[in-house]
């Protein structure tokens, strides 16, 4: 169980459980009247958009059905539950009109797996590659609207790549090192639909960018 100021997380039915991946994205990520969490896990990224977009309509959609039911629990057990609905579906097949899209992403690709089926589900690209993840997002997200992830360093150019093939333009990038002085380890990236100055910003884990993000959330 992991205690937020305004919600708790169980996740003992998840593969993927709380981490700094999904909080970080949750804190930066550009929201909207109706926000889409893509691949939600616990439900914790749509949780934090509800409390950021306190008029916004969240669906989240896992197609885990223990993530599902997990992150059905912690909606209903939360202060947001009206404006929140989760779905036992895969974004491909999904339909609407979002001004924002969420997702930290399946992103290992051949690479070697666990025997944990249902882990290697959350982590491995196998069921939402990249290219589809795109694909998906490009054709859900409203003219104006703006999709985020957050990757590793190692993954970044693939994300970019399979953004721009599709359409998307590179908005707000955000570097996330562990250390002053190192490189970048996770890069949180958003998209949009029409050309526009790129923003790029590195903070680090220890400083007070970080805390002004998360000040939020963490008790």
Wanted: neutral net charge.
């Amino acid at each position: 169980m992991f205690r937020f100021k305004r919600f708790t997380v169980r996740q003992e039915q998840c593969a993927m459980k709380v981490g700094m991946d999904g909080v970080i994205l949750g804190a930066w990520a550009k929201g909207g009247q109706r926000i889409l969490d893509v691949g939600t896990g616990t439900g914790l990224i749509a949780l934090m958009m509800a409390q950021r977009y306190e008029d916004a309509v969240v669906t989240g959609i896992d197609i885990d059905e223990g993530a599902v039911t997990q992150a059905r629990e912690n909606i209903t057990a939360s202060p947001f539950k009206d404006r929140i609905q989760i779905l036992h579906e895969a974004v491909q097949q999904h339909k609407g009109v979002y001004d924002a899209i969420v997702s930290n992403p399946p992103y290992f690709v051949d690479s070697l797996k666990a025997p944990d089926h249902q882990r290697n589900t959350a982590r491995h690209a196998d069921n939402l590659s990249y290219a589809e993840l795109m694909q998906a997002a490009y054709r859900l997200l409203s003219d104006g609207g703006e999709l985020s992830v957050v990757v590793p360093f190692d993954y970044k150019k693939r994300m970019e790549d399979e953004a721009t093939f599709v359409g998307f333009f590179p908005y707000r990038v955000l570097g996330v090192r562990t250390v002053s002085g190192k490189p970048a380890k996770r890069y949180l990236l958003s998209f949009v639909k029409h050309p526009v100055e790129k923003d790029f910003q590195v903070i680090t884990l220890d400083d007070q960018d970080y805390k002004a993000l998360t000040q939020d959330f963490y008790l």
